[in-house]
């Protein structure tokens, strides 16, 4: 009867022995899990600012585009609105060409 206790208690050490080092492993990998946390968390906020960054880029790029074919299309429509006056004043020259011959 005696030895069946001895055993038992030998067996409860050693249980006890096994769940004290698993705990300990178990902390250990939990802290490794949360610094890898922290840092993707770090990464994804590093991300989501050079993603802002690149936007306001991409909008102040945009609207100087829009405005260089704004200006363009102005030149060009000044450039065709003026066409018709420099074929007026051409005409105008070769009729006086013909009046004063």
């Known amino acids: 009867m005696e030895i069946f206790g001895f055993a038992i208690t030998i067996m409860s050490f050693v249980l006890a022995w096994q769940t004290y080092k698993n705990g300990k492993w178990m902390k250990e990998t939990a802290k ?6 922290g840092k993707q968390t770090e ?15 991409i909008i102040e790029e945009a609207k100087l585009t829009r405005e260089s074919t704004q200006a ?3 030149k060009i ?15 105008s020259e070769e009729n006086t060409e013909y009046k004063t011959k």
């Open 43 to 57: 990464m994804i906020g590093k991300q989501t600012e050079m993603i802002g960054e690149l936007k306001n880029t």
């Open 32 to 37: 490794g899990q949360n610094s890898l946390l």
């Open 77 to 91: 429509s000044e450039m065709i609105a003026g066409v018709p006056k420099k074929t007026a004043a051409l005409i």
């Open 72 to 74: 363009i299309l102005l």
